[in-house]
């Protein structure tokens, strides 16, 4: 049984992963096997302060022991989730962990800079330690079972992929709520986006990627109106509409943070968060020039 340790409290994530390892409160198909969360760290919050007090007596009673630091942990937990809502406090957060060879999950968005997000890549590498990142979108139900039947629509040619796209300067961009759409679309597509353009209104934009095989892939962030998650896919043999229902998604997420700690193999590869991360800050670059196609280089 790992024994799990999360830091900072700011972000729903913090009850839901630990309701779902610690057995407390979800019903039988949600409970995740192979881990506990035995300590955490409440910690501050530079974007949602008034969040953390709630979320700590929640976390206290499903038997959590909180500490005052989060170095308090280390040697007491197998592996460390970083659970803060701003991404540019995670390179902070996980760097001691890395540094002591503990296995690692950094919640999204993994970081607001290229910069910080390599660091952390470079980190683990160069540490041998096993670390991912993920919105818990990519592990929709409805999306594994499309991932499990796409070789059968004969190739796929293309995506639309949309979601909530609520911004906040402290995640500028499709950073925030956006990023769930991206990981979606980059659930579909893959690796290999060279460039973006943006069109941005108040209600809502439309970023649309050019892959290097010639394939398009586009994100729309809806900020008025119905704001689900869901998109289709273009292939071969038929277009095909893919929900993202989130019912089971913190289930599959918190099993895929176990088979990351146990494998050693990240659940989804450093290519690809980088990737995100370049992605978006592309887009956001388009934005601020009028539309005009950026590469993510």
């Not at 540490?127 to 991912?132: A, H, I, T």
């Not at 500028?172 to 990023?179: A, K, R, S």
Request: hydrophobic share 40%; glycine share 10%.
């Amino acid at each position: 049984m790992l024994r799990l340790g999360i830091i900072d409290m700011d972000s729903s994530h913090s009850i839901e992963f630990t309701r779902r390892f610690n057995r407390c409160g979800v019903d039988a198909d949600q409970i995740v096997d192979g881990a506990t969360v035995v300590l955490g760290y409440a910690g501050e919050s530079l974007m949602s302060p008034e969040r953390v007090p709630g979320f700590r007596k929640q976390v206290l009673e499903c038997g959590v022991e909180l500490v005052d630091s989060p170095e308090a942990m280390i040697g007491r937990i197998d592996a460390v989730l970083v659970l803060s809502i701003c991404g540019d406090a995670h390179l902070a957060r996980v760097r001691p962990f890395l540094e002591a060879g503990i296995p690692s999950y950094v919640d999204k968005p993994f970081a607001c800079t290229l910069k910080d997000a390599a660091e952390m890549v470079d980190l683990a590498q160069r540490r041998g330690v096993p670390m991912f990142t993920s919105s818990s979108l990519r592990y929709s139900h409805d999306l594994i079972a499309f991932r499990e039947k796409l070789p059968a629509l004969g190739g796929l040619h293309g995506a639309i992929s949309w979601g909530p796209a609520k911004r906040h300067p402290g995640n500028p961009g499709l950073f925030h709520y956006g990023i769930h759409a991206v990981e979606v679309l980059y659930s579909l597509m893959g690796t290999g986006c060279e460039e973006v353009s943006a069109t941005w209104s108040e209600d809502a934009e439309v970023v649309t990627g050019r892959w290097s095989d010639g394939r398009l892939g586009t994100v729309r962030g809806i900020r008025r109106g119905c704001t689900g998650y869901g998109g289709a896919v273009f292939c071969e043999a038929g277009i095909v509409p893919v929900p993202a229902c989130s019912q089971y998604a913190y289930r599959n997420l918190c099993r895929a943070m176990v088979e990351t700690f146990t494998s050693g193999k990240p659940a989804v590869p450093h290519e690809t968060s980088l990737e995100i991360v370049r992605f978006i800050l592309a887009a956001l670059a388009s934005e601020h020039h009028g539309g005009r196609a950026m590469r993510l280089d």
